[in-house]
């Protein structure tokens, strides 16, 4: 169950975000720059909750969007899901699982945009509807902060193909770091906005 003092952080957290995407308005040459569509398919790692060093991996996929501010920074928005299996660590023990991930993020991205391979870093709230472990909330922690490191590799004017790796940092327990991790590839569809 989510405590209301989660619920109050997380607004808190989100109203933050929301005043710095508004204070941080882009010029008005900005909305002549383009954006991307993505969408990527890769692992997941449950860190906190794992029953072995290796980790509790499964599955996951994403989709998102991406909004050129300048030639080096950008918003962007996602949604992603993963599936645990049930795991039987030891055969005298119970099962553990199955759990599903399931998040939604609002971020910004810092990318080197002047070579065919555009590297890129960012940092994004996260909210989980259905999120991963952590010791405060054992069925899942709704709300963590992600960073992510990344690279695409521009194809033409209107595809790219990438990879990136995350982790994640539950707001609720921050001494769980990580509690979620991924690795994925994806493929993006540029466009011109406005």
């Known amino acids: 169950m989510i405590s209301f003092h989660a619920i109050l952080r997380g ?5 933050f975000a929301g005043l710095l995407l508004t ?10 720059k383009e954006g991307h569509f993505w969408g990527g398919a ?34 962007n928005a996602d949604l992603g899901a993963s599936h645990h299996f049930q795991l039987r660590p030891d055969e005298e023990e119970d099962p553990i699982g ?7 993020a ?20 996260v909210f989980h509807p259905m ?3 952590s010791s405060q909330a054992p069925a899942g922690d709704p709300f963590s902060l992600r960073a992510t490191l990344g690279v695409d590799y521009r194809r033409s004017r209107t595809l790219s193909y990438g990879a990136a ?4 940092a539950p707001l609720l327990s921050p001494a769980d770091f990580p509690h979620y991790s991924g690795i994925r590839v994806h493929v993006g569809y540029h466009f011109r906005r406005f």
Do not use: C, K, M
């Open 11 to 15: 607004l808190t957290a989100t109203f």
């Open 23 to 32: 204070v941080w308005t882009p010029s008005a040459d900005a909305f002549l």
């Open 42 to 75: 890769g692992v997941a790692n449950v860190n906190h909750a794992a029953p072995t060093a290796f980790g509790w991996w499964g599955p996951r996929a994403d989709v998102g969007v991406v909004f050129q501010l300048n030639d080096f920074w950008r918003i």
């Open 98 to 104: 199955p759990h599903t991930v399931v998040s939604t």
């Open 106 to 125: 609002i971020g910004a991205r810092y990318a080197l945009d002047v070579f065919t391979y555009i590297p890129y870093v960012g940092l994004s709230f």
């Open 131 to 133: 999120g991963p472990p």
């Open 165 to 168: 790796i995350e982790v994640s």
